[in-house]
Nanobody
Framework: QVQLVESGGALVQPGGSLRLSCAAS????????VGWFRQAPGKEREGVSS????????YYAHSVKGRFTISKDNARNTVYLQMNSLKPEDTAVYYC???????????????????????WGQGTQVTVSS
């Protein structure tokens, strides 16, 4: 059974850091696209960062570029989202999602499209507030 479990969300002060984890079970994240999305109250779900586990290509939303880093740990079958210099506007429920993908130059066109992903985790709350 394919399952994604997010963890690491918390309440943090502005300027602080968090690392979110997306642990996969029931399959191996060898040839998949994994995306991190977030949804704030009253807003649409938006793509934050995505990675192709086959070739390591990564993409970031403009709002988080330079502050967030996506990475994968093959041994732990886990994708991470390191979030630094957090701002109140980063407050949201963060979800990871995945879909089979063997790599390719087309990734950038759909990396942040929620409808492109087949499997989703349950989400983890990130709150940035003083």
């Amino acid at each position: 059974q394919v399952q994604l479990v997010e963890s690491g969300g918390a309440l943090v002060q502005p300027g602080g850091s968090l690392r979110l984890s997306c642990a996969a079970s029931g399959f191996t994240l060898d040839y998949y696209a994994v995306g991190w999305f977030r949804q704030a109250p009253g807003k649409e779900r938006e793509g934050v960062s995505s990675i192709s586990t086959s070739d390591g290509s990564t993409y970031y939303a403009h709002s988080v570029k330079g502050r967030f880093t996506i990475s994968k740990d093959n041994a732990r079958n886990t994708v991470y989202l390191q979030m630094n210099s957090l701002k109140p506007e980063d407050t949201a429920v963060y979800y990871c999602a995945t879909v089979p993908f063997r790599g390719g130059s087309s990734f950038y066109r759909w990396a942040f499209g929620p409808d492109e992903y087949d499997y989703w985790g349950q989400g983890t709350q990130v709150t940035v507030s003083s």
